[in-house]
């Protein structure tokens, strides 16, 4: 094996088999793995001999943010797995235009504090270790969105290392196709070392769980989705059912809600609609720091794992696949099941903005079962019969919600004009595919 040595140029940490660190980095957070080599950069020059390495020696290429990725991405065997972790810096660089400058290897929890002492927030996803990296290259539906759209539409430059080690800034003004693709087009076009984010002043913001009955699921559901429609931006909210940690069909339905402000009149004026859709078991609302409602993410024990899919639902189709969700989520073996919002700021961004092609849908949901192999295995009768029944009414895929690699589901994330656009930048920044790690753009 070629020694940390050769690794020309690099000052980072090197970690190898047997390594006093390897177990620990080795995998990503749900999916193991066994590279030849995690490289743990502490500079851009780090990363620009990192990716000059795994070309030299032909090894496949991970690279790694929060890790978190459905689909493992953060990980492989056998390959070279490059690890953002330390370059995690959140500097506020202009308080006046709230422009903030955040390293690749960031997660939201960082993000969220290290903004919080100047009210400032970016609307991210809804965990604290989820990489900068990952959700933001793909999309990034948070609590905000429906007021401050998806956390990619709050970036404004980003400084990436290109297949051939170069370091390449892009934004409105600059490598303005490169700039497009990173938008939506996830890690296929290089490594991104730093974000520059149009932060927004943020206050306190009411937040919690409003729970109801698993038998009052089919109304509350179609109940709040109807109202969502006409809901004050300001308020967000997900769905979520059949989980079989809290009794699968006999689960309570909890719509977890996001008012993003401080006034509590109007708050309760936002949320109350949502209280009156059913029994209240319990209303864990109040009002919290915007830092604070970030969670924690789960990692799965050993041997378990995940398969998550997701799709799109436009206003036509909501009523038909909210009933069919709602029929399976009230049976034995359900997947477990959650349901987002999205609509508001999002949609009001042109389709072919950037390469997040989703734009008109009310809904996006989720399907996941967890589980030993042979648990997530048996799952998979019954779970493709269910999409089978939604194919007819539902498009897409978000890619940060989806765990299969398949062409299938690269044409579901990426539609066809999304696509063709995509390979073409992806012949001009990276037309030996190193980074195929991801959801990936073949080069035109």
Known sequence: MSSALEVQGFGGDVIEPGGAEYEAVSGSVVVPGSPAYVLRPVS????????????DTGLKLAVRGGGHGFAGFATNDGGVVIDLSRLATVEVVDKEQHLVRIGGGAVWGQVADGLAPDGLAISSGDTRSVGVGGLTL????????????????????????????????????????????????GGNLGIVT??????????DIFFGKIAFPATELATVLQGWADYLRTAPEELTSIVDFANPFLGG?????????????DDAELAAQAIDPIRRLGTVLSDEVSLRPYADILVDGMTPPPGIQLMTRSGFVDTASVPEVLRI?????GAERSPIMSVRSVGGAVARVADDATAYAHRQAELMFATTVLGPKPVVDAAVPALTALWGRLAPHVSGAYSNFLSSTTEEAVAAVYPGATRERLARIKRQYDPGNLFAGNHNIQPE
Request: charged letters at 20%; hydrophobic letters at 50%.
């Open 138 to 185: 793909s999309g990034g539906i948070g609590w905000k969105v429906r007021k401050y759209g998806l956390a990619l539409d709050s970036l404004v430059a980003v400084e990436l290392v290109t297949a051939d080690g170069e370091v390449v800034r892009a934004s409105g003004d600059e490598n303005q196709e490169l700039f497009w693709a990173v938008r939506g087009g």
């Open 325 to 329: 969700l709602a029929e399976v989520g």
């Open 194 to 203: 730093a974000f520059e984010f149009a932060a927004h002043p943020t206050t």
């Open 44 to 55: 851009v020059a780090d990363v620009r001999a990192g990716v000059r390495f795994a070309v």
């Open 249 to 261: 069909p006999n689960a309570p339905v909890e719509i977890n809600v996001a008012y993003d402000g």
